[in-house]
């Protein structure tokens, strides 16, 4: 069984760990065997994380929840770039349990399937994250009510997005090293004007209001303090901002940028992403995406 997941972007500016967005800009494939037997085997074919890893957690989460056992090899070629900020490692759980459901014969009910790739993305981030992996199994734009247990809603808007991926190392861990700075504590008015963003955004997304999923965008919580962690970022959202774009907001934990467009500013605000990280001294592939449908699609069409 071959199943694809699709990279996301999540928190998309105000909506940290609770909103992410499926898009086409990339994806992972995995091929799954179910046998009968007790074991989990993961090969991967780029950047191979050792045997800690998010398809493997995810699965042994899953068949423990489950109280069944089965041998499961699963073979992982993931083209989402690692490490900055699309979801990969997530999107390569997704679609491993959404092969495995199928390949076994098993009904799952889908919030337990972003359950279990939640918990394998300890793996990878040092703690359970239900954002990009609710994302890329169920597609289109996810909204986290509660993670205990999940509770989500799905929308399905029409945005086009400039996905900008910048060339540059990211360190170890960089999740955790990104949550480490975030501030623990925030003045009450900037409370109260993020949770106008928050709700800006989320209605935004249940209408496909472009304006309003633009206010959304802005943030001064995290991405103030982040900015100076991402490569480019103050001259690719004033260059992005000034070309046409509605918003602009890095994606997830970064490096990765993202830009909400309307079709017709494509090209005039991908000319102004590459000039700003030019200008940064910094290579970057801009590639534009679409909101599009999560692995759970297999597990519908079986």
């Given amino acids: ?3 694809s997941a699709p990279s996301t972007s999540a928190n998309l500016g105000s909506g940290f760990d609770i909103v992410a967005v499926a898009h086409d800009a990339y994806f992972a494939d995995v091929d799954v065997t179910v046998r009968s037997g007790c074991s989990v085997n993961v090969r991967f074919a780029q950047h ?3 045997p800690d890893n998010t398809v493997t957690r995810s699965l042994r989460f899953l068949m423990d929840r489950l109280g069944i056992c089965k041998d499961v090899d699963v073979y992982v070629d993931n083209r989402i770039p690692i490490g900055k900020g699309l979801g990969s490692s997530g999107a390569a759980a997704a679609a491993a349990l959404v092969g495995f459901a199928v390949e076994a014969g098993i009904e799952v009910d889908p919030a337990l399937l972003v359950t279990a790739a939640g918990m394998g993305e300890a793996a990878a981030a040092g703690s359970p994250h239900y954002d990009n992996v609710s994302a890329a199994l ?15 809603r799905r929308f399905s808007p029409k945005l086009t997005l400039l996905v900008a991926v910048p060339h540059v190392e990211t360190p170890p861990q960089k999740t955790r090293l990104m949550r480490e700075v975030l501030p623990r504590e925030v003045p009450f008015r900037t409370y109260v ?3 106008a963003r928050v709700s800006s955004l989320v209605l935004g997304l249940s209408t496909g209001d472009l304006g309003l999923v633009a206010r959304g965008m802005t943030d001064e919580v995290v991405e103030k303090a982040r900015m100076r962690l991402i490569p480019g ?12 774009a509605l918003g602009v907001a890095v994606s997830g934990a970064g490096p990765t940028m993202v830009a909400l467009v309307e079709e017709k500013d494509v090209d005039s605000v991908k000319h102004a992403i590459r000039r700003a990280y030019s200008e940064e001294g910094v ?3 801009v590639k534009d995406a679409h909101i599009c449908d999560g692995a759970m699609a297999y597990y519908r069409q079986r």
Avoid: I, K
Wanted: proline share 5%; aromatic share 8%; no cysteine.
């Fill in 1 to 3: 069984m071959r199943v």
């Fill in 193 to 195: 004007e993020q949770l």
């Fill in 48 to 50: 191979d994380p050792g």
């Fill in 233 to 244: 970022y103050l001259r690719v959202r004033e260059y992005a901002l000034a070309s046409g």
């Fill in 283 to 285: 290579e970057a592939d």
């Fill in 138 to 152: 169920l597609g289109g734009a996810v909204v986290l009510l509660d993670t205990e247990p999940v509770v989500y």
